[in-house]
């Protein structure tokens, strides 16, 4: 047992190799080349900026699904300066993946990551990630890197501001702060720039509520984006997302119209933030303000705790409510 | 069992040699960090409330910090180093628009100085080492250190307003948190790279976010010298604006009718090729390429318009007039204390005993007494020279040809009032107070202006002036020589006086004497002393245009040769 403890602690040792060998100066050339920086629309804490990694001499870019490539109006800045406009192809929910294509000339080509030549890693891997972070660099400038470890190999348990993250496949997370401002869809590559995985988002760990810096590892992107560079959207299945029973912030206001007050503190008092017009929940009577106070004959401590008990009712059945409004405790019955 | 043991065999006498490398390497660093530690500053507050980080550059104890770490604490700090001691220090000099400032620390003359390298050399993926005083962590000020890569190269930063603006800087993913700001950047070697000056900060607050910016050291060198003089040091802007073309060219595109540039010939249109002679490739290379100088600088320029290749120099003019250290904007002041608690900076400071002497309050100076200090210190060698009697005893023949074969053909005749010149059937008298361009002999633009001045520093030295000042240092164009400079002033007439190291005498001397009109400038050689009269022996006349020199050759006139 000590012998296999110290071969694990031998192996280890092996994968930090010192942070001096510095990523070799072509390899890091190489990683550069490939990386686009995206511009888009933003506002609010929404960034109007991102990063993405050219996968196809025809312009094919791959970046996470988010906002920015939604909106329209997207530009790409590639390595040597040029700027193309560019259009969404196909986005992926689950894998948090999208495929922009670059609008090129005729017969350009451009300087692409082959994902066949994606590497598989294992925590103690030492990696370099390379992103448009805070948009420091501009135009042909070379994007940011930081270096840092791959510290686990896990299934990301993340939220994104009120909505629980979609991405579920096994994630790295990275001792490297990644979760920046625009980093999303950054290039992660080993210490000799060999191709690792895609940067993550900015989002939260679901219990611990701290920004999570990951990276979705490319060979399981691959085939994933195999079917995005055939245009083929994938939207969420709804069973990934009942399977805890538990109803998200997303289906609460599909289901009933109805937007609860986003959970800010270790506990959120269950307030009704939003009711859509002509919804179920206005038809219950449900109003902006209401406290939850009860579901069933559950008592409502948390807003995090609306989505489960109501996700407890089977299809059809009316879910009873009782809410406070000004002091008030009404009763209301919310069509299932 | 046995395959494990075999396996761990196998293993060991493959890796054995990287975990020898991987030792070697700690080894190296701890070495590294027992080196350059010494060097590093705990900056703070006299009031005891909050501080930064610094760096000594000198035995005498110069250190430099960031503006907005000593700002806010008046004319002297106290500063802690890795010994356990606290020392007092004095402001000397600041760089609002960088955001460095220069103090002193006291009671020693062994001060073990940070040894620079040369940012210029710095590559993206280079390891670093930031050292400082973040959260005010240690109370024996041994500093903290952090560890990281160099995320990018020639970064800009956008200024706070109009200052603060970090130009060519160095990007780190070192930690970097509140208190290490005016702490000192070391490569792997321990050579001294940049000041941590500013961070990424945004939805964490203010702790390190992986995005940290350094101001070069080559930067900070090239300001060191002004900063030392006691100056509130600016930088610079060059009367153009340029954008980058979509084929990569910086192609200008307005260009003030009042610069040097314009009266150079560059008009909007033009591309721009080199600045400071370095090759540029987008607007934003040449933002930050101008950044990194002090106000005043000359650089040379070179551009290609239809009539095909151009050169020429032109001076930086400054971007603000500092009459004080200006406020910081409050959501770039330092926390005065670690926790963020804003303590009261505006009791009356009483300083202590120790700089009493060392420090000098006026208007426009961040510290008169360095100013004065090193005003001294460029005269005093002249202070053996002999002076004149009087006015009237220099006076000049020049020979314009400049072949010493040949008889002088002007005289130079100066009162207090006006300097003339003759030669031949032509005259020109110019007013000492208010010079006229038109005045000016032809073919030497300046001319009599410049040597009105020359006269009044010969014959008064500093007592020739309403002001002298000193103003750094400089590499003289077209000399390419490294020479301090003293600034006079006359009335409207400024000049610029470049010393080269161990000569009593200047090198050289430009006059700005009227308003969008080149400066006369005249760089001397072979200083001589005849009858108490020193002069060069050679002058030499720069032509704005050409960059190119005429050297006329000058002698005291003799009483005998004066017959008028």
Redesign the interface.
């Known amino acids: 047992m000590k ?2 403890m ?2 694990v602690t ?2 280890s ?2 994968w ?5 060998a ?2 070799d ?1 072509q390899m ?1 050339e190489n990683a550069q080349r490939v990386i686009v920086k995206l511009f888009g629309a933003g506002g609010g ?1 929404l960034d109007s900026y991102g990063t993405g990694i050219v996968v196809s001499a025809d312009g094919h870019v791959l970046t996470v699904a988010s906002h920015l490539i939604t909106t329209g109006g997207l530009t790409a800045v590639t390595a040597d ?1 040029s700027r193309f406009t560019a259009t969404t192809q196909a986005t992926s929910m689950q894998a948090d993946a999208a495929i922009v294509k670059l609008n090129l000339a005729e017969n350009q080509q451009l300087p692409f990551l082959d994902l066949a030549t994606a590497a598989d890693a294992v925590p103690g891997t030492p990696v ?1 990630a390379f992103s448009n ?2 948009r ?12 840092g470890v791959i510290a686990a190999t896990t299934p990301l348990n993340a939220v994104q501001g009120r909505w629980k993250f979609p991405l579920r496949t096994p994630v790295w997370i990275l001792d ?3 979760n ?2 625009g980093a999303a869809g950054g290039l992660l590559t080993s210490q000799t720039g060999k191709p690792l995985g895609l940067i993550g988002r ?1 989002v939260r760990h679901e219990e611990s509520r701290t ?1 999570v810096n990951y990276a979705v590892p490319l060979k399981t992107l691959q085939p994933v984006v195999e079917e995005l560079m055939q245009g083929k959207s994938t939207r969420l299945k709804n069973a990934d997302e009942t399977a805890a029973a538990t109803l998200s912030d997303r289906q609460l206001t599909a289901q009933f119209g109805l937007t609860m007050m986003p959970s800010l503190l270790q506990r959120t008092p269950a307030y009704v933030d939003r009711v859509i017009a002509g919804s179920a929940a206005a038809e219950a009577g449900l109003q902006r303000g209401d406290l939850i106070v009860l579901i069933g004959d559950t008592v409502i401590t948390d807003v995090r705790e609306v989505g489960r008990e109501m996700g407890a009712f089977r299809q059809g059945v009316k879910i009873p409510l009782t809410v406070d409004r000004s002091n008030q405790l009404i009763n209301l019955q919310l069509t299932n | 069992m046995r395959a494990v043991i075999v396996l761990l065999i196998l293993l060991t006498g493959r890796h054995i040699a990287a975990q020898e490398s991987l030792q070697q390497r700690q080894q190296e660093r701890i070495s590294v960090l027992q080196r350059i530690s010494p060097s590093v500053v705990c900056v703070m507050d006299p009031k005891g409330a909050g501080g930064g980080s610094g760096v000594l550059i000198s035995s005498d104890g110069f250190a430099v910090s960031n503006y907005h770490v000593t700002s806010g604490a008046g004319s002297f700090l106290k500063c802690g180093l890795n010994d356990g001691q606290v020392y007092d220090a004095v402001i000397v000099g600041i760089d609002p628009t960088g955001d460095v400032s220069l103090i002193q620390l006291l009671g020693r003359t062994d001060f073990p100085a940070a040894t620079p390298g040369n940012s210029d050399l710095v590559r993206t993926g280079d390891e670093v080492l930031a050292l400082g005083n973040p959260f005010l962590l240690a109370s024996d000020f041994t500093p903290t250190v952090t560890c990281g890569i160099v995320s990018g190269t020639h970064r800009y930063q956008y200024p706070a307003g109009t200052f603060l603006e970090y130009t060519d800087c160095i990007q780190i993913d070192a930690s970097i948190n509140p208190g290490n700001s005016g702490g000192p950047l070391f490569d792997r070697l321990g050579n001294w790279i940049g000041i941590n000056g500013r961070a990424s900060f945004e939805k964490r607050g203010r702790v390190n976010s992986g995005a940290a910016y350094a101001i070069s050291v080559n930067q900070v060198l090239l300001f060191v010298e002004h900063l030392k003089s006691g100056l509130i040091i600016d930088h610079g802007r060059t009367g153009f604006t340029a954008e980058t073309s979509d084929n990569g060219e910086v192609v200008i595109s307005q260009v003030s009718e009042l610069s040097e540039a314009y009266r150079r010939g560059l008009r909007p249109g033009a591309i721009l090729t080199t600045f400071a002679d370095r090759p540029l490739s987008s607007a934003n290379q040449l933002q930050n390429l101008i950044g990194v100088f002090p106000e005043g600088s000359r650089l040379p320029i070179q551009w290609i318009d239809d009539d095909g290749q151009h050169r020429g120099t032109i001076r930086l003019t400054p971007i603000h007039d500092f009459e004080a250290a200006p406020e910081l904007p409050m959501e770039r002041r330092q926390p005065r204390k670690p926790d963020g608690e804003e303590g009261t900076a505006d009791e009356a400071e009483t300083l202590p005993e120790s700089i009493t002497g060392l420090f000098e309050e006026r208007r426009g100076y961040c510290n008169f007494h360095f100013n004065r200090l090193r005003t001294d210190e460029i005269l005093r060698p002249l202070q053996t020279q002999p002076v004149p009697a009087d006015a009237k005893s220099w006076r000049l023949q020049l020979n314009t040809t400049g072949d010493s074969e040949q008889q002088a053909d002007a005289v130079i005749a100066i009162t207090a009032e006006t300097i003339g010149m003759r030669q031949g059937e032509q005259a020109w008298l110019q007013a000492r107070k208010d010079p006229d361009p038109s005045e000016e002999p032809v073919g030497f633009p300046g001319l009599l202006t410049a040597l009105g001045e020359l006269s009044s520093f010969v014959l008064q030295r500093e007592q020739g002036f309403d002001e002298v000042i000193a103003f750094g240092e400089t590499t003289h164009l077209p000399l390419q020589q490294k020479c301090r400079v003293l600034i006079s002033r006359n009335s409207l007439t400024k000049s610029r006086w470049y010393f080269a190291e161990d000569q009593p005498w200047p090198a050289a001397v430009d006059v700005e004497y009227a308003v969008s009109t080149d400066e006369a400038r005249l760089v001397f050689r072979d200083w001589q002393t005849v009858n108490a009269v020193s002069f060069p022996r050679q002058i030499g006349v720069v032509d704005a245009n050409s960059e190119t020199i005429t050297w006329l050759l000058a002698d005291p006139l003799t009483r005998t040769g004066e017959a008028e």
């Open positions: 012998n296999a110290l071969l031998l192996i040792c092996l930090f190799s010192p942070t001096s510095a990523a100066e890091q804490t300066g370099l972070m805070f420091v660099a501009a135009g042909s400038e070379p994007v940011s890197v930081v270096h490297a702060i990644t920046n401002s900015e920004w």
